[in-house]
């Protein structure tokens, strides 16, 4: 008998173990990619796809440089739960994917997108309860905490505009970003 309840209990823990596993790796899928694209994929890579197992992009913009595109999704569901997305553009530096911008229109829009969105990735910082905006920070895994490997989110509203947008921007790219402007922006003196 007790041979039996020993081998429950530990067909229990295993169950459990698994599920908390399950539960962690579904945590981490929600950090690691936006609809299905990991951060750093190349979106150029399914400009025009006809390969129905993969997206199809289109490209909307390049700047003059080539350095940043932007691409929308054929066929994207432009919702987010209850909320009617006006535009979902999709980032890429240096060819690799590292931002997308959700937009919605309408006060009613941003309430249901704001539910989703906390529903997803929890409530998240509001500095000022005057302004309707959020931000998370969040570590794609925990050894990655350590490093720059994060992801960061804002979601805000403009009441002016009736504007809402939600933004999530991968951080390794985003500062490889950032030090790229600043080097340009520092051998630019010589031009004076």
Known sequence: MRTVVSTICLMMISVGMASDKSDRDSQRAKWQAFRGIKWETSLAQYVNNKDVNEP???????????????????????????????????????????????????????????????????????????????????PLTKREAESNKKIFLVLKYNEFSEECYFTIVYLPIHFQYARDLKEAAEKAKDDF
Do not use: H, P
């Open 56 to 138: 199809s992009m289109i490209l909307l913009s390049s700047s003059d440089d080539g350095l940043t595109t932007d691409y929308t999704r054929c066929e994207e569901k432009m919702s987010i739960g209850k909320a009617k997305l006006s535009f979902i553009a999709y980032r890429c530096y240096k060819g690799k994917f590292y931002e997308v911008m959700v937009g919605a229109e309408k006060q009613a829009n941003f309430k249901r997108l704001k539910e989703a969105v906390f529903a997803y990735y929890g409530r998240g910082v509001q500095e000022n309860e005057f302004i309707e905006k959020w931000t998370w920070v969040l």
